[in-house]
């Protein structure tokens, strides 16, 4: 299976109140590092046969927004073990129940998302590493433990978009 570990995108300040907190939408920087990680998805050529998103309203827009852009016509399946509170042994059960996908995105928050990226590669949780909203890891989990293929966050691919754009060859004239 390819699982596509994503960040939600950028939603504001955190509120005090769980409550308020679980319906805080996306900003529109956050709607913007959505388009932008979806070209790059895009670009890449990833195919999701999934989206598995945290019940968290901003994780959710994330997923539908992605999902739209890679042309994904099914609906979002909400999991609460993508959300801010789970625990990796829930994780791993909602990952088995789309163990016959070959492609899955899955969309939720910090820290138990870079945790369970941790636990994925090592095998006992020994590596940190740090997911950006809107950052994406690729994982191949036909392998054990499971191998790390790219992690890119909207702050490398604005990075690459706007070299690409530049021009390596000195104009000329044709005169």
């Not at 309203?57 to 609906?75: H, I, N, P, S």
């Not at 994982?139 to 530049?166: C, E, F, M, N």
């Amino acid at each position: 299976m390819n699982l596509y570990l994503m960040r939600h995108a950028h939603a504001g300040v955190p509120r005090e109140n769980p409550v308020l907190d679980a319906k805080r939408a996306l900003i529109k920087e956050g709607r913007e590092q959505c388009m932008l990680m979806a070209r790059v998805l895009s670009a890449l050529k990833v195919q999701v046969d999934v989206i598995v998103s945290s019940p968290l309203k901003r994780a959710l827009q994330t997923a539908q927004f992605v999902g739209t852009e890679l042309g994904y016509d099914a609906r979002v399946e909400i999991s609460p073990a993508l959300g801010p509170d789970a625990d990796f042994a829930s994780f791993q059960q909602m990952l088995a129940r789309y163990s016959e996908c070959e492609g899955v995105l899955a969309v939720g928050h910090n820290p138990n998302l870079f945790q369970f990226l941790g636990r994925l590669i090592t095998g006992n949780g020994g590596a940190a590493i740090r997911m950006r909203k809107g950052s994406v890891a690729h994982l191949d989990l036909d392998r054990h433990p499971a191998l790390l293929q790219w992690l890119i966050d909207p702050r490398s691919a604005r990075y690459i978009y706007a070299s690409v754009q530049k021009s390596s060859r000195p104009k000329t004239s044709r005169k």
